[in-house]
């Protein structure tokens, strides 16, 4: 049988970071409940902002959360009353009183990259009674062009309110799943109709993680071009030094006199 791994998970350390960073011997069961709490009220209360990813770190009585959307306009709202809102009711609900939080909005720069943002749109879609092939062609087409090399969307369920349950595949370029420095994005969710609940599972091939690092190295830096030695002088000059002034005045005079 086949041993089917989280794409995410196989790649930490390499292409992907954790997602909870912070340490703790007494606490950790505790720490790891509100870190799975916190997410799961965040994707459900900001699901219009298209969330990507939700980072959490710790310090002592300090929680900072790091929130990626492709709308960061609707969770900051006007003049930041969206995150302050957030503020006092994750510290109510999840964490103790003395702890001190606080939140991080960054924008996705490709939306259309991301398989989370991805996945929420085809939850909508099938939410709202669209067929299911059209909307995985259009999500396919979407990603392609902005620049992936690889997709692939899985739908499971009563697919358009049929009496039996199936599986449908598409997929468009590669996915080298077994290939450790392929930046592969994964995500998976269930969208929820009349007719029960369809699981959506969605796969981004952005390419390979070694080829980021090497746009990322530094430049050399260019080196100087220089003029051939004369034969009065055994001076390098570089390109376009302009030749001291005084040594001019000093020529033309002299050659006003020889005039005269």
Do not use: H
């Not at 669209?130 to 999500?139: D, T």
Request: glycine residues 8%.
């Amino acid at each position: 049988m086949g041993k089917k791994v989280n794409p995410r998970i196989f790649r930490i350390g390499l292409s992907e970071k954790w997602r909870s960073r912070w340490f703790s011997n007494r606490d950790f069961a505790k720490f790891l409940e509100q870190d799975i709490r916190i997410r799961k009220f965040l994707q459900k209360k900001l699901g219009d902002a298209s969330v990507d990813r939700v980072d959490i770190e710790r310090s002592r009585g300090k929680i900072i959360i790091n929130i990626s959307a492709a709308k960061p306009g609707l969770i900051i709202g006007r003049g930041g009353s969206g995150i302050e809102d957030l503020k006092k009711r994750i510290k109510k609900e999840f964490l103790d009183q003395a702890d001190v939080i606080n939140i991080n909005i960054t924008e996705v720069s490709i939306p259309n990259l991301s398989a989370n943002v991805i996945l929420q749109s085809i939850k909508e879609d099938v939410e709202k009674r669209i067929p299911f092939r059209r909307v995985m062609k259009q999500n396919i087409d979407k990603v392609m062009k902005a620049g992936s090399k690889g997709v692939k969307i899985i739908l499971a369920g009563r697919l358009n309110g049929v009496d039996i349950a199936r599986t449908e595949k598409l997929i468009q370029g590669s996915i080298p799943l077994q290939t450790l420095r392929a930046n592969i994005d994964y995500s998976r969710g269930v969208a929820n109709t009349i007719y029960g609940t369809i699981g959506i599972k969605v796969w981004i091939y952005k390419g390979q993680w070694f080829d980021v690092k090497k746009k990322e190295a530094k430049k050399e830096a260019p080196v100087k071009s220089v003029k051939l030695f004369s034969k009065e002088k055994l001076n390098i000059q570089p390109v376009g030094e302009k030749k001291p002034v005084k040594a001019e005045t000093k020529n033309t005079e002299t050659k006003k006199e020889d005039k005269k």
